[in-house]
């Protein structure tokens, strides 16, 4: 395993070269064998636990790592904080896969920074193990999102409102550029860096937008630059919304612009289905709703056309005006793959009229009825055969004519409308369906209960065998596997008291 460090080459105003604290006893508790293999990183946990050990929780660098703590800023819910930046991670360099794509590799807890203000750099081995569970379930749903490599405990306490048991995270992305770091040097008016970091973010997401060695960055390629970044953040949160998923703190600087989920800290699932819910603790005003994401996602992005302006155009006019028709039709797009999405929760290949209602009444009988969001589908996607198709469309003719619409229930009705719809063609819809409908997803309360047995038994003889039966279970959320049915319940209290928090 050899590393580089591209991202420390853009020069000293991008990052702080620091190094990791080391750590008391690290001891290695998960390691991500298919997504070591998918790097060439070929250790095994069993005959390599040691070093892994060493190696990820920052002990022993691996060899050609620098590391570095980044500079980024960010708008924290509405308010820009100009300094924000690793203040408890440390970028140890990147590593390229076959296929030629670089990754960065990031450990999460490995000491403090220039940038840790208060913070003690470190993390508390519950949000290491939470952040795992979640981003691999979430990978296995088909979400773009960075994963975990590798999980160590440190053998010593960190402080919270009690003391923890600490643990480094090694976390796996295309990059770590966010809104924010470009926020970071808009705010200084450092309009070469702000060049600097474009011409590298394209090099590393976009490679096929580069300009010929030599050539200066041009506002065209920038234009180009800002569709590309807005095209990859459409199947982000389209695919939150399919699964149910809350990312809860979606701040500048926890957008990044390779559209992959980052920070997992707050995040949560639905449960029933309500355009409001919310559980972070935080999220007084709900601003990071369930329903509002989509809006979100776009003022984030218009917060990223404020950096890029300058490199567009010297007129802020006419660099205005090449921006503003992309940020609408992004909002267009969004709006078009969200519905398209849905209909395929429907079983339904293409939109057409009339299917906005058909997804929004159900939507609507949902939130009023308490439905469980995953159960919902999976109920529908079970329950759907041609015979009872046909039963319901023939009584339906029968009965034209026959003004009954007052008498049959609001269900019912919408159940007719989808099946008409589907008629044609309803195991073409049922296989649709089982491809769009997650079985089961990393629910709270089972998340929450993994975590408390997890950590205990850590303290006493690392047994982390319920988190492996979950993990087991959520990395094939489509298949029905023998212990699917454990995870598939929804929180007998509707998670109703659940409250997440930030700090990992
Ligand atoms: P987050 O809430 O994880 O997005 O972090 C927001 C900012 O606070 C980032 O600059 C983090 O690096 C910093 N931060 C969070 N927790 C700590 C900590 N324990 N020590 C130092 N900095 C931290
Ligand atoms: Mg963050």
Redesign the pocket.
């Known amino acids: 395993m050899k590393l580089s460090n591209q991202y420390h080459q853009l020069g000293k105003s991008f990052s702080q070269q620091t190094l990791p604290s080391p750590v008391a006893q690290p001891v290695l508790l998960l390691w991500n064998e298919p997504l070591a293999k998918s790097l060439s990183i070929n250790y095994s946990s069993q005959e390599d636990n040691e070093q892994l050990a060493q190696y990820f929780s920052g002990n022993q660098l691996i060899d050609g790592s620098t590391p570095i703590a980044q500079a980024y800023s960010g708008h924290q819910f509405g308010h820009f904080n100009p300094q ?6 440390h970028l140890l360099g990147d590593i390229t896969d076959k296929q030629g794509q670089s990754w960065d590799v990031q450990l999460k807890g490995s000491g ?1 920074s220039f ?3 208060q ?4 993390c508390a081995l519950g949000p290491a193990l939470r952040e795992y569970m979640m981003s691999e379930a979430m990978f296995a749903l088909g979400v773009p999102t960075t994963r975990c490599l590798a999980v160590v405990a440190t053998g010593e306490a960190v402080y919270r409102e009690r003391p923890l048991p600490g643990a480094v995270v090694t976390r796996i992305a295309t990059s770590h550029i966010r809104v924010g770091t470009f926020q970071y040097f808009a705010a200084r008016k450092d309009i070469e860096s702000l060049k600097k970091l474009t011409s590298f973010a394209i090099g590393r997401h976009f490679p096929q937008l580069k300009v010929a060695e030599g050539e200066a960055l041009s506002g065209e390629q920038v234009v180009n630059f800002f569709a590309a970044v807005l095209n990859k953040q459409v199947p982000l949160v389209v695919s939150w919304l399919r699964v149910g998923f809350i990312h809860g ?1 979606m ?1 500048t ?2 957008t990044a612009i390779s559209g992959e989920t980052i ?1 997992y ?1 707050p995040c949560a699932m639905m449960n029933h289905y309500h355009s409001d819910t919310v559980f972070s603790s935080i999220d007084r005003n709900s601003r990071y709703a369930f329903g509002n994401q989509s809006k979100i996602i776009q003022w984030n992005m218009a917060r990223l056309a404020d950096c890029l302006l300058p490199l567009i155009d010297e007129d802020e006019d006419i660099a205005l005006a090449k921006i503003t028709p992309l940020l609408q039709q992004f909002a267009n797009d969004l709006q078009y793959r969200y519905f398209e999405m849905m209909v395929n929760k429907l079983g339904i290949n293409e939109l057409s009229d009339g299917d906005i209602d058909l997804v929004n009444d159900l939507l609507g009988i949902m939130a009023e009825m308490k439905l469980d969001y995953t159960q919902s589908f999976v109920t529908l996607a079970g329950n759907l055969n041609q015979a009872e198709v046909d039963n319901v469309l023939a009584q339906q003719s029968a009965e034209d004519g026959v003004d009954d619409e007052a008498e049959q229930d609001k269900w019912q009705q919408w159940l007719s409308r989808w099946y008409v719809r589907i008629a044609t063609d309803v195991s073409g819809a049922k296989d649709l369906m089982a491809k769009t409908n997650p079985l089961v997803i990393p629910r709270n309360h089972h998340v929450e209960a993994i975590l408390a047995t997890s950590q205990t038994s850590y303290q006493e003889n690392a047994d982390l065998s319920d988190l492996n039966n979950f993990l087991a279970v959520v990395q094939q959320p489509y298949t029905q596997l023998d212990n699917t049915h454990n995870y598939q319940d929804a929180p007998s209290d509707g998670d109703e008291n659940y409250h997440t928090f ?3």
């Open positions: 924000l930046g690793d203040g408890r991670a403090t940038f840790s203000r913070g003690d750099g470190r703190v701040n600087d926890n920070d800290g930030c700090g990992t």
